[in-house]
């Protein structure tokens, strides 16, 4: 059993190296066996420029959305400012006399809307040519 075992542990590594060589990316031709190693480490070397340069263009946008955030809470929160509470004055006290007035005017004013709408009502009514 425990013979099987090592026999197991010792092929199943030559077999899956076959396949993990299967998904490296060949090298284009030229380049000898010598120089490999060098040119995987450009490659490595580059893609870890690429990638840093990356890096850096991400941060640079979150810190440029987080200063625009930023001002726009400050906008919201300026614009949220009321006035102090000033409470309102009492009615003042008139005279029934005055009161009177200023119904009337009131029915005068809401009287002359009235016959305002009416004529733009009309118009719009009217029968097309």
Same mark, same amino acid.
């Given at each position: 059993?425990?013979?099987?075992? +090592? ?19 060949? +090298? ?6 010598? &120089? ?19 890096? &850096?263009? @991400? ?10 955030? @930023? +001002?726009? @809470?400050?906008? +919201? ?20 006399? &005055? ?9 005068? @004013?809401?009287?002359a809307t009235e016959a305002g709408v009416g ?11």
């Amino acid at each position: 059993m425990t013979r099987a075992l +090592l026999l197991a542990a010792a092929v199943a590594p030559l077999l899956l190296a076959g396949a993990a060589s299967a998904q490296v990316r060949p +090298l284009p031709p030229g380049p000898s066996t010598w &120089d490999q190693h060098r040119y995987q480490a450009d490659q490595h070397r580059y893609e870890m420029d690429r990638l840093r340069a990356q890096a &850096d263009q @991400r941060q640079a946008t979150a810190r440029q959305l987080e200063l625009e955030s @930023r +001002l726009a @809470r400050q906008d +919201l929160r300026s614009q949220l400012t009321t006035d102090p509470y000033v409470p309102s004055a009492p009615r003042a006290l008139r005279s029934p006399e &005055d009161e009177r007035a200023l119904r009337e005017s009131a029915t005068a @004013r809401r009287q002359a809307t009235e016959a305002g709408v009416g004529e733009i009502d009309a118009w719009l009514d009217r029968r097309p040519n």
